[in-house]
């Protein structure tokens, strides 16, 4: 589990795209002062198992689909990235609950300036747009953002110079790519609440059922 707060942005040291597996090294400094094999490490907000590592650089196994569905596909030997290591058991909530898995990709519409504030626009599809709720929270490239804006096309942040500098956000043009995570409350809410198939054919109403209480022919 991580909460969106980047902790430093990596360089991408080689992409390796093979016909079975593949991998991405990432050279890195501040998550490698406690790392292990076996740690999760979120890259653009996706959660990666650490597979080896050295004094400058770590390595993780990236499946196949995991290139095609996310933006991890499009990287480049020297590519910038955002790295988060796990949540520490009483570690502090700087963001919100980020699992790591994203649900999809969007593009970047529009940037634009307004004072010191930096707004980005995302263009996406309606299952991430159903969960995105104006100032609720969502993960941006593994970036812990709050929403300001939506509407069934989009949705807008708006980001201080701080979160800009310190993460890959500042590299963005518009047409790039980003992952897109929602807030997983939502997604927990709507299956709590939500009936299932089952149920709904429990309840429905059927020539048996009117004929068992005399509404039959």
Sequence with gaps: MFTGIIEETGIVKEVYHGSVSSFISIFAKKILTDINIGDSIAVN??????????????????MN???????????????RVNLERAMKAGGRFGGHIVSGHIDGTGTISDI???????????????DIIKYTVEKGSVAIDG??????RVTDLNFSV????HTA?????????VGDTVNLENDIIGKYVEKLIKPNESEIQKKSISME?????????
């Design 45 to 62: 907000g996706v959660c990666l198992t650490v597979t080896y590592f050295d004094a400058d650089s770590f390595k993780a196994d990236v």
């Design 165 to 173: 500098a310190q993460t890959v956000l500042s590299d963005k043009k």
């Design 158 to 161: 708006s980001v201080i110079p």
């Design 112 to 126: 634009k300036k307004d004072g010191i504030a930096i707004w980005y626009t995302i263009s996406t599809n309606k």
């Design 143 to 148: 970036i812990s953002l709050t929403v300001a």
């Design 209 to 217: 059922f009117l004929n068992k209480y005399g509404f039959g022919k």
């Design 65 to 79: 689909e995991t290139l095609e569905r996310s933006s991890l596909g499009t990287l480049k030997n020297g590519s």
